[in-house]
């Protein structure tokens, strides 16, 4: 409230009275200004407290993830020869390779055409069917072959591409090649010939002798001559460079591969080719790495320490405790992890189970103590061990079955498995023998497939197979089908012993199945007789630690509400029964994550307490409000009492004044 003229008739210093009587009256409003700072105060504590937590926390990411220890490092002895990656399934080992010569892909280039933007045909509806597969026999000159023959890979999914008035172009077809990315690619070389200088040339993106290309163009008569290109009867386009494979010889022994990426060779590893030449590979754990991560650990441990005292510790010299000595949220961190670090991890079943037994101490003062000649000899003589140590693991003693997975409600151990139903394909079944003769598919033939309940119309190529050649084309047409490839569905064909075409799901479990149906062209009776509809797959069922698992697919499933609940496994085949045991350990990085990610996660321990710390300040807020309105109005009380006051003391005066006056005029006239 503002200054006002109230003491000019009594003369009092009423705004002096008014400021000491108020500050007695705002007493409250400074208590409560104390508790506001001390709250805020805590508030920075838990700030600096999250964020060392935090720091923690970045520690462990090296030393929680499997990977850290499941990929070796791999060594080449001239890596302008070959590199290396490995995967968690390779074992250390040092392998000499010598590569003779590297895989390369197949290019056939059209004849020239004058120009690359001029139509050509008539734009009608035009596909392109590529298949891949692999010459062989006959000879070649001048990248024409002479009785060759072309077998379809099976594995490879037919590309398709679509060309009518918008794209009829040699630049159109090139980009329509392109932009469909069916593992060709086009480009536009000019030869610099006056007249007709412009050749497309086709590429597998694919090296290797089973990625050699065959196109067969339906609809307009002037792009199937420019295109068609079959290595066993018409070229209209000629071959520039040859698809071959890799060859090389690792640790002596020949092996050829489709790509210069070459795996299967050493487990676990992928061999990257570069150039011909001899290099001596070596794999080897990640020691050095994992080294570095503990250091990391304990230092951080340690940093984390050094917060915490400051924020919960006791100044004995100066007799004052710290902001957060005695405070339930950091003090509850602090102990559960401690209550982590001390405990023992059992789950790998082996001799290492407590961070002392590869070197880590806690010393006196609270912080870690490395004795960094011990965890290397831990690394190097149970370097699988020290994993389970720090990381989520899950070992088995079935190579067929694999750890797959778990949650945090999973708890480490050891456990039994049994499996009492192995997971199978939905597959269908002809019975038609196929291999009595030839099959002819008509031009325009689509049949409809229902594969683990997603359907698609499916374009067959035109043409007479054996039963073999029908079931790659089938296999390679259903499988380069957009709406499949999409859903990440695939299926296997193949001919049985009685003839009959098999086609299978590659899923596994109750929801995979095979379903035909006729569309246009070549019906279905003429692939599978009489049969269209299959038998669907299994799912896996058995138990884990005696308990009934869930099964969905080939992956079993720790029972709800048990030890291991959240865990998964991965049953590969293999036979019905017990099938040995599952030990799975929660490493102390892992159990620290968590904890971790909790505690300073929104609805962590230090999130309730500064929730709690936020409604006190908001009451603190709602406190000074209410008291701030109850002084404005309690000084305007006393400035209404002052001004009474003061109005008063200025009438006694003045009659004062006035009496004064008529006494002194009495007087004189007498």
């Known amino acids: 409230m503002g200054i006002q003229s109230t003491g000019i008739g009594s003369n009092l210093d009423v705004n002096g009275l008014i400021t000491k009587l108020m500050q007695v009256e705002s007493q409250p409003l400074t208590t409560l200004a104390k508790k506001e700072a001390s709250y805020q105060a805590k508030l920075t504590a838990y700030g600096t407290l999250t964020s060392a937590l935090s720091s923690f926390q970045s520690s462990l990411p090296g030393l929680y993830n499997l990977a850290s220890f499941q990929n070796l490092n791999a060594s080449s002895s001239d890596s302008t020869i070959l590199t290396a990656t490995t995967t968690s399934s390779a074992i250390p080992g040092t392998y000499n390779i010598n590569v003779t010569k590297l895989a390369q892909s197949q290019s056939i280039s059209s004849a020239g055409q004058a120009a690359t933007n001029t139509p050509i045909g008539s734009g009608a509806a035009t596909t392109i069917s590529i298949q891949f ?5 006959g000879t070649s000159s001048a990248g024409v072959y002479t009785g060759a023959t072309f ?3 099976a594995n490879q999914a037919l590309a398709e591409i679509s060309i009518d008035s918008t794209n009829n172009t040699l630049q159109g077809i090139r980009d329509a090649i392109n932009a469909a990315g069916k593992g060709v690619t086009a480009s536009i070389v000019g030869d610099g010939s006056a007249t007709v200088p412009y050749h497309l040339v086709l590429s597998s993106t694919k090296t290797g002798v089973t990625s050699s290309l065959k196109i067969s163009v339906s609809g307009d008569a002037s792009i199937a001559s420019l295109l068609n290109y079959d290595p066993s009867g018409t070229q209209n386009l000629t071959e520039v460079t040859t ?4 060859a090389l010889t690792a640790n002596g022994i020949a092996v050829t591969s489709a790509s210069n990426a070459v795996t299967g060779v050493i487990q676990g590893t992928t061999i990257n080719l570069a150039k011909t030449g001899s290099s001596t590979l070596s794999l080897s754990n990640n020691i050095a790495g994992v080294q570095n991560s503990v250091n990391g650990f304990v230092k951080a441990y340690n940093d984390l320490q050094t917060s915490l005292k400051a924020l919960t510790g006791y100044d004995a010299a100066a007799k004052k405790g710290s902001i957060l000595q005695g405070d339930t949220g950091a003090l509850g961190v602090q102990n559960q992890i401690r209550n982590v670090l001390n405990s023992a991890v059992n789950g790998l079943g082996g001799g290492l189970t407590t961070l002392s037994s590869i070197g880590i101490s806690v010393q006196k003062d609270g912080t870690m103590a490395l004795d960094s000649a011990k965890l290397s000899a831990a690394l190097n003589n149970n370097f699988s061990e020290v994993a389970g140590l720090f990381a989520t693991a899950g070992k088995t003693t079935d190579s067929l079955v694999s750890f797959a997975g778990s949650t945090s409600n999973t708890t480490q151990g050891s456990y039994a498995i049994n499996v009492t139903t192995l997971a199978t394909q939905g597959s269908l079944t002809g019975d038609l023998d196929l291999t009595a003769g030839t099959t002819t598919i008509a031009a325009g033939t689509k049949i409809k497939f229902t594969i683990d309940s997603t359907m698609a119309s499916v374009s067959l190529t035109e043409g007479t197979y054996s039963a073999s050649q029908l079931a790659s084309m089938i296999q390679s047409a259903v499988n380069g089908n957009s709406t499949f490839s999409a859903a ?7 001919i049985n012993g009685s003839g009959f075409l098999k086609l299978s799901s590659d899923s596994y479990g109750s929801t995979s199945n095979v379903i035909l149906a006729n569309d246009t062209g070549t019906t279905i009776s003429s692939l599978t007789g009489s049969v269209s509809s299959g038998t669907s797959g299994l799912n896996v069922a058995g138990t884990i630690n005696g308990l009934t698992a869930s099964g969905s697919g080939q992956t079993l499933s720790g029972a709800v509400g048990t030890v291991t609940e959240g865990l998964k496994l991965t049953v590969n085949g293999g036979t019905i029964g017990a099938r040995g045991v599952i030990n799975f350990s929660r490493g102390f ?4 994550n968590d904890l971790l990610s909790s505690a300073n996660g929104s609805t962590g321990a230090l999130a309730s307490s500064k929730d709690a710390i936020n409604r006190n ?8 409000t209410i008291l701030n309105n109850r002084l ?3 000084e305007a009380r006393y400035r209404a009492q002052f001004t009474a006051l003061d ?11 006035f009496l004064t006056q008529q006494l002194s005029a009495l007087t004189q006239s007498k």
């Open 488 to 494: 990440g569905l695939k299926i296997s064909a193949s």
């Open 632 to 634: 404005f109005d309690v």
């Open 133 to 137: 597969g692999t010459i062989s026999g």
């Open 243 to 246: 698809g071959q494979n890799a």
């Open 151 to 153: 077998t379809q890979d």
């Open 617 to 624: 300040l908001k009451e603190i807020d709602k406190q000074k």
């Open 647 to 657: 109005k008063t003391i200025s009438n006694l005066n003045t009659t004062s004044s």
């Open 589 to 592: 990085a892992s159990q620290l």
